[in-house]
């Protein structure tokens, strides 16, 4: 149950990343199809940028088939690693390839790659991170003193930020409640009800009184939900309830 209603979760995410990644992709090739229309000349464009629109279009495809199939979710954080240095390559602007490497991290994160080997992980995929800059920094012919100093600015700003959030980075880190949808569970109306009134502390008695049956009715109708959370009891109930979020 709990697994089963994890993995709804984090298909329902990486349904909704993978078509936002596409989406990007999408208005990333249209905003260049207007340029080509118009005839307007894009600033810096090299007679290579043509393979890298068709490597755009590559990667909307493969977002939008990462958000579909549930088995395919982890193509979302390598490409997103794949695309961290070309920023830095065609723009030259080294915050994208940031904001690219984040993202990726945040989804392997949510993959759950991080649960082990935290440390050594993180330390791996910083290090990528400084090779895709030095990478970059070397595709736009910067030195390499230049390339050195923007790295030790980036460790400098991690440092810092360990410094600040030293004690709180498990709090920023750690998932939110999954979200238990009661709608998967195929509850009914009146199941929910009784649902919601005994996690809020009322008796058997206190809720037959409320909606006017008889107290068997409600232990009847509560014992149908017992079984469809899969537990024994109220105890049970309020144990499992504790750890989701409850949606309907």
């Not at 959030?165 to 009146?190: C, M, N, V």
């Amino acid at each position: 149950m709990r697994d089963g209603n994890s993995d709804g979760q984090q298909s329902r995410l990486f349904k909704k990343t993978g078509l936002f990644f596409a989406f990007l992709c999408v208005l990333y090739l249209f905003s260049h199809l207007l340029i080509q229309l118009f005839g307007l000349q894009i600033p810096g464009e090299t007679p290579s940028f043509a393979p890298m629109l068709s490597a755009v279009a590559v990667i909307a495809v493969l977002f939008v088939l990462s958000a579909l199939r549930p088995t395919l979710n982890w193509i979302q954080p390598v490409l997103l690693l794949l695309m961290t240095p070309l920023p830095m390559i065609y723009a030259q602007i080294p915050v994208f390839s940031l904001g690219v490497f984040i993202a990726a991290e945040i989804l392997l994160y949510r993959l759950g790659l991080f649960a082990r080997w935290k440390l050594p992980k993180f330390a791996l995929s910083i290090l990528y991170f400084f090779l895709c800059q030095a990478i970059g920094g070397i595709n736009a012919g910067k030195s390499l003193f230049n390339i050195l100093v923007y790295i030790l600015f980036l460790c400098l700003f991690l440092f810092f930020l360990f410094i600040v959030y030293g004690e709180q980075w498990i709090i920023y880190l750690k998932a939110p409640k999954p979200l238990l949808f009661l709608s998967d569970l195929r509850l009914t109306k009146k199941e929910t009800a009784y649902l919601k009134a005994l996690l809020n502390d009322k008796s058997v008695k206190e809720i037959a009184i409320e909606n006017r049956v008889k107290e068997s009715t409600v232990r009847n109708t509560l014992a149908r939900v017992y079984r469809k959370f899969d537990v024994p009891d109220k105890s049970g109930l309020k144990a499992k309830c504790a750890r989701y979020s409850l949606k309907e």
